[in-house]
């Protein structure tokens, strides 16, 4: 009888690792954000519960929406189709060379595309990214990883005694920097809304 219950554990456990496989095989089939040849791109979400889902983001033209401080713009937003599970979204125009942001909207609940490594976090907010490129030299080829030297970031940590606490640093470094020498200083100071990390992942620091 125990030979017999170890069996059934094997087997089901056989059986979830297969599902979990076919999944994640499922999932890398899927390509999403993916660049056409016509400058146009796709979005694609497995969602096959979902009821609406959307796509937001900087590519997208703005929309007003009513505050209590007023009239703000904020990216617009695009629904999805679904065939099968698979939510799908193309661009009805082709984008300009740039970095863009965007995330997924399910039933009314932010998501990121889990088929896209890249992302940045604001503060609280996280998006997804993706780039643009025609040619060499434009928006998109500049925030793009190129065939040059690349510096360094270190994430460091710092005693600030004006505020009693521990506060978080990040330091690039020019490739040139291991050689020696004296360099010169830039501090950077992130506006409303950003953080340490603002300058190396939206801004791309160390790739660029």
Same mark, same amino acid.
């Given at each position: 009888?125990?030979k017999?219950?170890l ?5 089901a ?15 890398? =089939?899927?390509?999403?954000p993916? #660049?056409?040849a016509?400058g ?5 979400? #497995?969602?096959?519960k ?7 983001g ?13 009239? &703000?713009e904020?990216?617009?937003?695009a =629904?999805?189709k679904?065939e +099968?599970?698979?939510?799908? !979204? ?7 060379? $740039? ?8 039933d ?7 088929s ?9 907010? &996280?998006t997804?990214?993706? #780039?643009?490129?025609k040619?060499?030299?434009d ?5 793009s990883? +190129?065939?040059?030297?690349?510096? +360094?970031?270190?994430?460091?940590? !710092? ?14 470094t020019?490739?040139?920097? $291991?050689?020696?020498?004296?360099y010169?200083v830039? !501090?950077?100071q992130?506006g409303a809304?950003?953080? $340490? +990390? ?6 791309? @620091? @160390?790739?660029?």
């Amino acid at each position: 009888m125990k030979k017999f219950f170890l069996s059934l554990v094997a087997l089901a456990a056989i059986s979830v690792s297969a599902l979990a496989q076919q999944a994640l095989f499922n999932m890398q =089939d899927l390509t999403s954000p993916e #660049i056409n040849a016509d400058g146009t791109v796709t979005f694609r979400l #497995i969602a096959p519960k979902a009821v609406k889902v959307e796509v937001t983001g900087d590519f997208l033209p703005k929309q007003a929406i009513e505050t209590p401080f007023g009239l &703000f713009e904020v990216d617009g937003t695009a =629904d999805l189709k679904e065939e +099968n599970g698979v939510w799908t !979204y193309t661009t009805t125009e082709a984008l300009a060379p $740039e970095l863009y942001s965007y995330k997924f909207k399910v039933d009314g609940q932010d998501f990121l595309d889990p088929s896209n490594v890249y992302r940045n976090r604001d503060i609280v907010s &996280f998006t997804n990214m993706f #780039i643009i490129s025609k040619e060499k030299g434009d928006l998109g080829d500049l925030y793009s990883v +190129n065939n040059v030297r690349h510096g +360094n970031v270190s994430k460091v940590w !710092y005693s600030s005694p004006t505020l009693g606490t521990q506060r978080r640093m990040t330091v690039y470094t020019p490739p040139t920097y $291991e050689d020696g020498g004296k360099y010169p200083v830039l !501090y950077l100071q992130h506006g409303a809304g950003g953080d $340490e +990390n603002a300058w190396t992942e939206l801004g791309r @620091a @160390a790739q660029i």
